[in-house]
């Protein structure tokens, strides 16, 4: 039998490195890293809410006529300015002037007839009966002309407040309908103004009214403008799936804005919620609301727990879960870190 004596040779130098090699492993692996580390504790954070919407008065109408017929004339445009009682819009009112003389006439012959009666039955000619439906004719007769003379009124339009006409959906001389839109118009003339949003329902679980708010726009004469949450909707929009909060600035905006004009508003709620904050180089594999740390609670060895994300602002991430039984956080050298991996922690 050979001997191959270049094995036999190298055998033992193959089987020294190997040892070598891991002897320095295991040193390696007992080296501690150097990390440093803060305590979190728990604080109360009052977490600014963002949303954007659209200006409103929250009265914009669609105004109409209560009657049919032909509109007359239009005596306003698109944008113009309206005060209370300004005639806007108004029918032609042959027909419906017509019906109300027709009305007077049956009215003035039921009151006649209701005289004659009333002298036969003092004299026992006629019957109670004839006389008392000699009354009720009288009583048809004249709720008959009061409908008449309030279609009469209702064929004209006039505003009900200081405002502006925001669109005109009709012209002179159109056949319309009952009810048809004429013209949409606000109540802005006094400057009640709102910024109407929306938001999640986490977000308006969150807020109340009263809570303060500021609200900014794209017109650099307007600034920044102090408001209130003055409305916050019951119930959800079926079309959106948010709720609706209603911003109302502190001061007028006579002329100012338009409506459907674009604004956005940080609001920041009374009541705040208890959570920890750490620093964005401290979370580890952020998924959603769920994110891992490393936190260490005898000083020695490094602990990889799971956290739930509460929020996250402009330089920190809100925890709201997952320091209860340790708030000793890693927050430098997490990187070279594996669960329960030793380390030295550094200043």
Same mark, same amino acid.
């Given at each position: 039998m050979k001997i191959n004596y270049i094995y036999l040779f190298l055998f033992p130098i193959i089987l020294y490195g190997c040892k070598q090699s891991t002897g320095d492993m295991a040193k390696t692996e007992d080296v501690p890293v150097p990390v440093k580390v803060i305590g979190v504790q728990q604080q109360m954070v009052y977490e600014p809410i963002y949303a954007s919407g659209n200006f409103t008065t929250d009265d914009e109408t669609v105004r109409s006529f209560k009657t049919g017929g032909i509109v007359q004339r239009l005596f306003v445009r698109e944008g113009d300015a309206v005060k209370k009682g300004q005639l806007l819009a108004s029918l032609d009112l042959t027909e419906i002037s017509s019906q109300v003389t027709q009305a007077t006439l049956a009215y003035e012959k039921a009151q006649r007839d209701y005289q004659r009666v009333t002298n036969l039955y003092h004299d026992s000619v006629v019957t109670l009966e004839q006389f008392q439906n000699a009354g009720t004719g009288l009583d048809i007769a004249r709720e008959q002309l009061t409908a008449a003379r309030f279609n009469r009124t209702f064929s004209e339009i006039r505003a009900t407040e200081d405002g502006f006409i925001l669109k005109k959906f009709v012209n002179d001389g159109q056949v319309v309908g009952p009810g048809t839109p004429v013209f949409q118009t606000n109540g802005a003339g006094d400057g009640n103004w709102i910024l109407r949003v929306a938001v999640s329902d986490g977000q308006w679980n969150n807020l109340e009214t009263g809570d303060s708010a500021v609200i900014t726009t794209d017109l650099p004469d307007l600034g920044e403008l102090g408001a209130l949450v003055s409305r916050k909707s019951e119930g959800v929009d079926p079309v959106t799936g948010t709720f609706t909060i209603d911003i109302k600035p502190n001061r007028n905006l006579i002329q100012k804005v338009a409506s459907g004009m674009f604004g956005k508003v940080t609001i920041t709620p009374a009541h705040g919620r208890k959570l920890w904050s750490i620093p964005y180089d401290a979370l580890l594999d952020g998924d959603g609301n769920k994110g891992y740390v490393f936190v260490t609670c005898d000083r020695r060895k490094a602990t990889r727990i799971k956290v739930s994300i509460a929020g996250?602002?402009?330089? +920190?991430? =809100?925890?709201? +879960? /997952?320091?209860? +039984?340790? #708030?000793? *956080?890693?927050? %430098? /050298? #997490?990187?070279? =870190? %594996?669960?329960? %991996? *030793?380390?030295?922690?550094?200043?």
């Open positions: 996250i602002t402009r330089d +920190k991430v =809100l925890i709201d +879960k /997952g320091f209860e +039984k340790c #708030n000793t *956080l890693i927050i %430098s /050298g #997490n990187a070279y =870190l %594996s669960d329960q %991996s *030793l380390i030295t922690i550094i200043p």
